[in-house]
């Protein structure tokens, strides 16, 4: 692929972020900026929510595990859902309770202001580094595939990275991020799709051909109960991926804005089941993809 193709889609992804960033971002009050006036559409968000839980981190690092993990990232996955389930019966009644707009304050509340602070400031603190790492995977990719052609240096791309991303978030608020979540979901689905379809075109395979080919590989294995010593055991990955589910998600101001932008309780809580259904299909995808392209390859 051209350095030139990569940049024009590129372009084009942030034209539309930019556009989707004017129409939402007009007229914005704080109730607006913070809570989207509280009528944002529950399946719009749970689908957006996808986009923002796996981010292009994801897109790497899921497939990768296949060869060294087998499919055992989906225990952790199962603990997810139950961990969502605990937020959507739990968190979110009590957040809906209390009308919050930042979940913190219930710290505040509930522990005196030095929890609100430290918690908030552990939220910050969380968000820049996850941001930070996330914001040099994308530089690196477009250093390797475009940049360092060109002979621009890798600082000159971070510069650009931000910039770009600074000026479709610089006026816009949680209205504009639900809208832009989706897209960069659909965006991220479609790529997955693309490859997928494309490995299948090469190895001249059907989608049921291909279903069976990865079930009886050396990479379908999903359940690990037979040495607890093992990082892949069973109850291991479940109960992490259950408190990872309801720390980083249900205790994170981010996702759980965009819940509480939701018309109501039940919206927030079918906006939750939804999205920890549609993740499971998504991992399964990804580490689908992982083991094709793990059998492409020992094929050419």
């Known amino acids: 692929m051209s350095s030139t193709l990569i940049i024009s889609v590129i372009a084009i992804y942030f034209?539309?972020?930019?556009?989707?960033?004017?129409?939402?971002?007009?007229?914005?009050?704080?109730?607006?900026?913070?809570?989207?006036?509280?009528?944002?559409?529950?399946?719009?968000?749970?689908?957006?929510?996808?986009?923002?839980?796996?981010?292009?981190?994801?897109?790497?690092?899921?497939?990768?595990?296949?060869?060294?993990?087998?499919?055992?990232?989906?225990?952790?996955?199962?603990?997810?859902?139950?961990?969502?389930f605990i937020?959507?019966?739990?968190?979110?009644?009590?957040?809906?309770?209390?009308?919050?707009?930042?979940?913190?304050?219930?710290?505040?509340?509930?522990?005196?202001?030095?929890?609100?602070?430290?918690?908030?400031?552990?939220?910050?603190?969380?968000?820049?580094?996850?941001?930070?790492?996330?914001?040099?995977?994308?530089?690196?990719?477009?250093?390797?595939?475009?940049?360092?052609?060109?002979?621009?240096?890798?600082?000159?791309?971070?510069?650009?990275?931000i910039s770009l991303i600074w000026l479709y978030t610089y006026r816009s608020g949680m209205k504009t991020i639900i809208w832009t979540d989706t897209l960069q979901t659909t965006f991220m689905l479609a790529t997955v799709l693309i490859i997928s379809y494309t490995l299948l075109q090469n190895m001249d395979l059907s989608f049921i051909s291909v279903v069976s080919l990865i079930n009886e590989s050396d990479y379908s294995k999903t359940f690990f109960f037979d040495d607890w010593t093992d990082k892949k055991y069973f109850f291991k990955q479940f109960f992490s991926g259950m408190f990872m589910a309801i720390v980083m998600t249900g205790l994170d101001q981010d996702q759980m804005q965009k819940n509480l932008s939701c018309k109501n309780l039940k919206d927030a809580q079918k906006n939750m089941f939804s999205f920890s259904l549609i993740l499971i299909i998504v991992d399964v995808l990804f580490l689908s993809l992982g083991a094709l392209l793990l059998i492409y390859s020992n094929e050419i």
């Open 87 to 161: 937020i959507s019966r739990i968190l979110l009644p009590l957040y809906y309770k209390l009308n919050l707009t930042s979940i913190y304050v219930y710290l505040r509340d509930r522990f005196g202001h030095n929890a609100y602070k430290t918690g908030s400031s552990f939220f910050l603190l969380s968000r820049t580094i996850g941001a930070s790492f996330r914001l040099f995977l994308i530089a690196t990719v477009l250093q390797f595939a475009v940049f360092e052609d060109w002979n621009i240096p890798f600082y000159i791309t971070v510069i650009i990275t």
């Open 15 to 84: 034209l539309l972020l930019f556009i989707i960033s004017y129409i939402t971002g007009r007229n914005d009050s704080n109730d607006t900026f913070f809570l989207g006036n509280r009528n944002s559409p529950w399946f719009v968000i749970a689908y957006g929510m996808i986009g923002t839980t796996l981010s292009g981190i994801t897109f790497i690092s899921v497939p990768g595990w296949v060869a060294s993990s087998q499919f055992s990232y989906l225990q952790m996955v199962f603990g997810f859902f139950v961990g969502y």
